[in-house]
């Protein structure tokens, strides 16, 4: 367990966990990091976020999504729901502009935190500064598991509740669950215009197994109503962790930081 991490609690009742959060005091924009499925904070592209805060003296807030990390609950019982609910009741306990940072799924927890943002500020008392998403998978459970399984996958998980597929990312396979894929069809976000009211570019590697550069662009098609950049890496992978690869991340990055 971290000894730093703050806890806040999501959820009432048998729904409650304990979200681990890291806080680096510092100027605004505050950069708000989003990690992807099975990541936490402490991973290359996080820690090299919270150190370029420092650097800049910008505020930096990190968090694990429950299951993940050093925060409570299983990965299992994790929902798109969920995991959304607890990125923005996190969101909702840093102060001044943020930059959203998200990281494939976290892209997608980005987009609806934004979403959920607006709905209850509207865009005149909005937050957000800009919206950074590194290899975004919006939509990834429908799009990019679910409509590439086998029907013999598919009929797993709809008897048992759960698929445990391997990964090149992890030595334990992911556990996919009924209710996560069930769940992510109510929180598609590709289906319609996505008004962010705020500046977005998109980091993507050509070479990504994981979410194809294809899904990056179909995200533009969504993003009309806000300036975007998508920058295609053609040597890089899924993490984009290489050190050009956080060079061209923080520079992004600064770049709404001065603009």
């Known amino acids: 367990m971290s000894e730093t991490a703050e806890r806040i609690t999501v959820g009432l009742g048998d729904a409650a966990r304990e979200i681990a959060v890291e806080r680096r005091a510092g100027a605004a924009p505050g950069l708000f990091w989003l990690g992807g499925f099975r ?42 729901s969920r995991w959304a609910e607890e990125a923005k009741a996190v969101f909702d306990t840093t102060e001044g502009p943020q930059i959203l940072i998200g990281s494939s799924m976290g892209g997608w927890i980005a987009l609806l935190l934004a979403r959920a943002h607006l709905a209850e500020v509207g865009r005149g008392a909005s937050r957000l500064k800009a919206m ?24 797993e998980i709809v008897e048992t509740g759960v698929y445990r597929e391997l990964s090149e990312y992890s030595d334990e396979p992911y556990l996919i669950t009924r209710a996560l ?26 070479q990504d197994t994981s979410v194809p550069w294809t899904h990056a662009i179909r995200l533009t098609t969504r993003l009309t109503r806000d ?18 690869d956080i060079d061209k991340l923080l520079a992004t990055i600064d770049g709404f930081v001065d603009g």
């Open 39 to 80: 990541s936490d904070m402490v991973g290359t592209k996080a820690l090299a976020l919270d150190d370029h805060g420092r650097a800049r003296g910008l505020a930096v807030t990190r968090f694990d999504y429950s299951g993940h990390g050093v925060s409570g609950g299983r990965f299992e019982d994790g929902t798109i």
């Open 227 to 244: 300036d975007v950049t998508l920058s295609l890496v053609h040597d890089g992978d899924h993490r984009l962790s290489r050190p050009q």
């Open 132 to 155: 950074v998403l590194i290899a975004p998978a919006p939509d990834f459970t429908e799009e990019l598991m679910w409509a590439g399984f086998s029907e013999e996958i598919r009929r």
């Open 181 to 206: 894929i069930e769940d992510g069809r109510e929180n598609l976000v590709l289906v319609r215009e996505i008004d962010l009211g705020c500046p977005v570019a998109i980091l993507q590697g050509v």
